[in-house]
Structures are given as structure tokens and as C-alpha cells.
Nanobody, 124 residues
């Protein structure tokens, strides 16, 4: 059983930056692919970024490509999401998720474990 806990959310002005962290426990973190998703009120959950178990591959949602960066530190059992040039439309609850198959895909149903989420609000 893997437990995930996100932190780093908050309120930021448009154009600003935030770094989200997700700490994992209870499993072999280095064997997991990790992903970030977000969900805004009234909208479906959206893929933000994914990273494979060995950081060999990363992938991003089209709306964040070039602005967000996903990275992991296996020694700290932590995955990060660096968010730059934030826009009001980035406002959402951000979730990290773990994929035991190791692929870090765009599909939320491929992920086995989820955190509780952290709120990010971007003001205009």
C-alpha cells in the first residue's frame, strides 16, 4: 500500500510560480511511475504530467507544456511539479498519483494510488 501526500499549493498571482511536492511512503518508490493531475470545479480530471520510474521519460498535458516541469528524487521518495508562468486557468486541485506498472501515462485509470490533493489558486 502506497500513501501519497501533496504539499506546496496556495494562492499566487498570474505569472508567478509554485512548486508542488508529493511524498510517498509504504512502497518501493523507485519502481513507481508518478503523475500529476488536476481538477477544477465542474471539470473533468486533467492530466498534467507524468514521469517514468527511472526518470527516463516525462510527458505533459498540452495546456502546461513548456511551463510545468515534473521531476523526482528517489532518495527522498518525492516527486515535484514546478509550475511557472501560472495562469488563472491553472486554478484547480492538484493530485499526485502512482502507477505501479511504471509507465506514467496520461490515463488516470492507469494509476493505482492517489493523494488527497492540494489547492492551487491563481489570481488575475
Amino acid at each position: 500500500q502506497v500513501q501519497l501526500g501533496e504539499s506546496g499549493g496556495g494562492l499566487v498571482q498570474a505569472g508567478g510560480s509554485l512548486r508542488l511536492s508529493c511524498a510517498a511512503s509504504g512502497g518501493m518508490f523507485s519502481t513507481l511511475a508518478m503523475g500529476w493531475f488536476r481538477q477544477a470545479p465542474g471539470k473533468e480530471r486533467e492530466f498534467v504530467g507524468g514521469i517514468t520510474r527511472g526518470s527516463i521519460n516525462t510527458r505533459y498535458g498540452d495546456s502546461v507544456k513548456g511551463r510545468f516541469t515534473i521531476a523526482r528524487d528517489n532518495a527522498r521518495n518525492t516527486v515535484y511539479l514546478q509550475m511557472n508562468s501560472l495562469k488563472p486557468e491553472d486554478t484547480a486541485v492538484y493530485y499526485c498519483a502512482a502507477d505501479t506498472a511504471g509507465y506514467g501515462t496520461r490515463l488516470s485509470n492507469e494509476y493505482d494510488y492517489w493523494g488527497q490533493g492540494t489547492q492551487v489558486t491563481v489570481s488575475s
